[in-house]
């Protein structure tokens, strides 16, 4: 049963996931990803996340896809209980999902019922498609990137930080631009798309 929860901001959403989670998540696993992150300016975000797991009692198991072996990255999400993907450029992290095969066995894990906890990039990296972002994200970011198809893991798309600074006239744009052509869930940074098998809902303020 696919179960995800797809945020703008992680730590602002943080104290949903223990009753998302529907168990103790106290000394679980956690596969942390940054990748999308490592070539921003501002990331902040990755450390809040972390922080914020830490808290709650995870186990955190960071995976950098840009280092990592393929080995690494197959053992860590298949032992880890749950899979976050932070904030970032969500081309460079499809581009590093496709390129270490990372993208075909989170989606394995995500199909066989693991957690997935996506923040801004790793929310949108799970829709059909991420050309939408283009308003959102620089595109030149991943010249290696010949596709703009992503996981589609689900059949919406989530647009993040909608009315929140710096990205408030962006997310508009993306909505001006695309709300008569595809399916877009506006989210703030106080709410999160909780998606549990066909059951999709925006909880937060």
Do not use: W
């Amino acid at each position: 049963m696919r179960k995800l929860f797809l945020s703008s901001s992680f730590k602002d959403v943080a104290s949903l996931l223990i009753d998302f989670a529907k168990e103790d998540i106290k000394g679980k696993t956690i596969t942390f990803i940054p990748t999308a992150s490592i070539n921003e300016k501002v990331k902040f975000y990755v450390g809040s996340a972390r922080k914020a797991f830490e808290k709650m009692g995870l186990v955190v198991d960071e995976l950098e896809l840009t280092k990592a072996t393929i080995k690494d990255i197959l053992n860590k999400l298949k032992k880890n209980d749950y899979i976050y993907v932070s904030g970032g450029n969500t081309f460079f992290l499809l581009e590093e999902l496709k390129r270490t095969g990372a993208d075909k066995i989170i989606i394995d894990e995500i199909n066989s019922g693991k957690l997935y906890i996506g923040e801004s990039a790793g929310a949108m990296i799970v829709s059909p498609n991420i050309e939408y972002v283009k308003d959102m994200d620089d595109c030149k970011m991943a010249s290696g990137l010949n596709t703009f198809e992503a996981l589609n893991i689900i059949d919406f798309y989530p647009v993040p930080h909608h009315t929140n600074f710096p990205f408030a006239k962006a997310v508009e744009k993306i909505i001006a631009k695309y709300e008569s052509k595809i399916n877009l869930y506006p989210i703030n940074n106080s709410q999160v798309i909780l998606v549990e098998k066909d059951n999709i809902r925006v909880v937060g303020k």
